[in-house]
């Protein structure tokens, strides 16, 4: 049987050993683009509970590991591999909840409800990824769980029938057979898989990196940067945090937020099927605290927590914290509907504000915000019901999990570039209800052609053609169209090819890495062959990694 202890132990094992391992793991996905990778994505949501569970107690049950690991891997997670990572461990959360120990049985339970929850989130599942991995894994486990075996077989046999499928992977799937490599969230979720064996086994814990101390969500950017916790103006004296265990599934931490908004202010309350996290400012902290033991019991680690924050300003707050995200303070719907858009660079962040986004989340392909980033921005957004706009492919299931844990209606609107969320954003029409605007502005996006210039982040092969470190890439649509080596060159001749004989539009936005005179000289070069037949506008869009973004309508 596995205890508590041993669980806790072998998930920040795997933590470190997958964010140790994680530029090996992104330096198998098939693009060499640079983007929020696999191995990136999957290191950092796990990384999101490894600080929590350092934080418990040697006697806690796995049930409790397990909670406290789904529910901050689940508003951790970045990237559809951090997703998916973080629905595996939901499952387990499921199958062992209760339990003081868990045998073989347990955790096979555990892996089918994590398989089964994670096909369910994709909406058209891919074989030949981490998702069949860890359904064939899942699936040996049941079958071992029937002998008598230890726990340590029991896990050697999991992980060996993972690292088979993983190899198998690269049948399973023609992009992979090109470049001759396995499933890069496949390969994570064997190292997350070996690393709990290796602990279970009694191997030390592998020793942390600079990188990996780099890899952790910073403490700082956590629960409270939703709030302006130092604000000039102090309405009310102590700041209150606390969470709470649920009496059962039915309790609404709805009910718990207003009457919390009765007494105080910069309310935050966030829950899942368990637990309710709170943050307020109040004059009467026994108030909340009596309240919210209506709703649940309070848990040990962390404890309620109160502060007086006059005094903490009086000193000036020369200790305050260094948040990476703007703050933002939650607030009440004062109209029926807001957006919020994920975008990196301060040229398309004015671009959407302009648009009528409420809430800009910095992030892109370097870094793919969390679900909390995006949680907050909703919070923020004064409407009953916000479009979240993610600009990308691999944010949307991040988007798409913090539709259950919002306090407001929450529609994503599946935007994989940036062009097509400036092409939704065009099309909203306030006359309209949701599911009218839903339909519109999705309808617009779909007719928006995006390509990007950038440039290769490592070596690669792909499609029988060699891609040299730092080559200029043009991607048409999320597909590699021909490399180059001049920048204005390859955004030139890929617009071209993008346009086509219905074309009205063109629009350039050109990034960080482009000088103005750069962007003017290309904007010249393609009016002079296709002014009279497109309209064409260019934007400085500040933007990280993508020299050009291209959108034809």
Known sequence: MISGKQLKAAIIHAAILITNQRRSVDELNVYPVPDGDTGTNMSMTISAAKRELELLSDDVTVSEVADVTASSMLRGARGNSGVITSLLFRGLSKGLAGLTTAGNADFANALELGVAGAYKAVMKPTEGTILTVSRMAANKAQELAKTDIDDITFWQGVLDEANAVLKQTTEMLPALKKANVVDAGGQ??????????????????????????????????????????????????????????????????AKLRAYLETIGDCVVVVEDDEIIKVHVHTDNPGMALTKALEFGHFINDPKPKVENMRIQHEGKVKEAKIVKQQEVVPVEPTKEFGFVAVAAGGGLERTFLDLGVDQVVKGGQTMNPSTDDILRAIHATPAKTVFVLPN???????AEQAINLANRNVVVLQTRTIPQGIAAMLAYDESLDMNENRTQMTKAFE???????????????????????????????????FTEKDVNKAAYKLTKKMVKSDSSYITLIYGADVTEDQAQQLYDQISAKMKDRVEITMLSGGQPVYYYLISVE
């Open 188 to 253: 994570g979720f064997c190292i997350i898989i070996g690393g709990m064996l290796e602990s279970f086994r009694g191997g030390a814990l592998p020793e942390e990196t600079a990188e990996t101390k780099a890899a952790a969500p910073d403490p700082a950017v956590d629960f409270n940067s939703a709030v302006a916790q130092y604000d000039e103006e102090i309405n009310f004296t102590y700041c209150t945090e606390f969470i709470i265990e649920k009496n059962d599934a039915s309790v609404d931490g």
């Open 392 to 398: 990308n492919k691999n944010i949307i299931m991040a």
């Open 447 to 481: 007719r928006v052609s995006s390509g990007s210039v950038t440039f290769a982040a490592r070596d690669s092969e792909l499609d029988g053609q060699k891609i040299r470190k730092n080559e200029v890439l043009a991607l048409d649509n999320g597909k590699l169209s």
